[in-house]
């Protein structure tokens, strides 16, 4: 069983930083990937929105277009780790951030394709 685990977050001001990151555990194969993504209050998870995504084996992440150029996903492979560094945060990026897993490399943008998610961490930007 692989579990997920946020941690990060909190309150910044607009133009402001700040960086997440998410502990994988549990058996882990070069196969996996991690995603990002965001949900409003009161969202189901189907609605959660894409905010980025890497595999373990591939060099290059993908990007939902709000955030390119703002926000940068990496990963620690040793440790099991990947983070969400968030620049330039505007309103519009406050939300729940949830961290999520899934075997294989295909439909990195749907929520639905992740079969191992985490408990979700608050960001909030004040404007």
């Known amino acids: 069983q692989v579990q997920m685990v946020e941690s990060g977050g909190g309150l910044a001001q607009t133009g402001g930083s700040l960086r997440l990151s998410c502990a994988a555990s549990?058996?882990?194969?070069?196969?996996?990937?991690v995603g990002w993504f965001r949900q409003d209050w009161g969202e189901e998870r189907e609605g959660r929105e894409f905010?980025?995504?890497?595999?373990?084996?591939?060099?290059?992440?993908i990007y939902a277009d709000p955030v390119k150029g703002r926000f940068i996903i990496s990963k620690d492979k040793v440790k099991k780790m990947v983070y969400l560094q968030m620049n330039d945060l505007k309103p519009k990026d406050t939300g729940l951030y949830y961290c999520?897993?899934?075997?294989?490399?295909?439909?990195?943008?749907?929520?639905?394709?992740?079969?191992?998610w985490g408990q979700g961490i608050q960001v909030t930007v004040s404007s």
């Open positions: 999520a897993g899934k075997g294989g490399s295909g439909g990195l943008a749907y929520p639905i394709a992740y079969s191992y």
């Open positions: 549990g058996q882990i194969f070069d196969t996996f990937a």
């Open positions: 905010v980025a995504a890497i595999t373990w084996s591939a060099p290059t992440p």
